[in-house]
């Protein structure tokens, strides 16, 4: 399997859950508001035998060119967004969920792949709709014949990809493994820890 990173950089968050880039180089870590968190957005993307996947989706930005900032990274790397055949999250905060819908065309954003969400983490994020989440867009989402929901702790995603529903970063947080070939991905997303102040 392939794994490429799929950076779209630092931001750095507070409890208005607002994302301010953070340029590593220039800006202090000290001049932040209180409370903040600095978190690099990063997708992933796997390629294995049979399938190109998505692992989360980031903030779904338009960059300063008015690309679409995740297709722009994908293409970067001989990907185009019908390519990817499945999409899969670990949980729906708007920065990893952003790119799940196109910003321009306000349809889902890989048309040709299965997107796999955790329903409790769905209904959560619609139920609760704090600014952590971007409702509107997983409302989108929710009209998709594309959708594939597990209600289940763990279990099986598709073939050789599993998951185990975490909680921790939030409510129902998952983490996932891909197995293929005697080789395992772990990833984690957010159960992670961060630098905090
Ligand atoms: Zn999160």
């Given at each position: ?10 931001f ?5 859950k ?8 220039e ?8 409370g ?33 900032q ?6 970067d ?12 999250m ?21 048309e ?24 509107d ?34 409510k ?26």
């Amino acid at each position: 399997m392939k794994i490429i990173p799929l950076s779209e950089g630092a931001f750095t968050v507070d409890a208005s859950k607002k994302f301010i880039p953070f340029k590593l180089s220039e800006d202090e870590m000290a001049d932040r508001n209180r409370g903040s968190l600095l978190v690099e957005i990063q997708p992933f993307v796997v390629i294995t035998a049979d399938d190109i996947i998505l692992l989360d989706t980031g903030l779904g930005l338009i960059d300063d060119d008015g690309q679409f900032q995740l297709y722009k990274n994908l293409r970067d790397n001989g990907i185009n967004a019908t390519d990817v055949t499945q999409v899969i999250m670990s949980h729906l905060h708007k920065d990893h969920a952003g790119g799940l819908i196109n910003p321009y065309t306000r349809q889902l954003a890989f048309e040709n792949a299965t997107y796999h969400i955790q329903q409790q983490e769905l209904d959560y994020a619609l139920e609760i709709g704090s600014a952590s989440y971007n409702t509107d867009l997983l409302e989108l989402l929710q009209q998709s014949d594309n959708l594939v929901l597990t209600e289940a702790e763990t279990g099986f995603i598709a073939d050789g990809i599993s998951y185990e529903v975490t909680g921790a970063h939030s409510k129902f947080h998952r983490v996932i493994w891909l197995n293929e070939g005697g080789e395992t991905i772990f990833f984690g997303a957010d159960d992670a820890p961060s630098f905090h102040r």
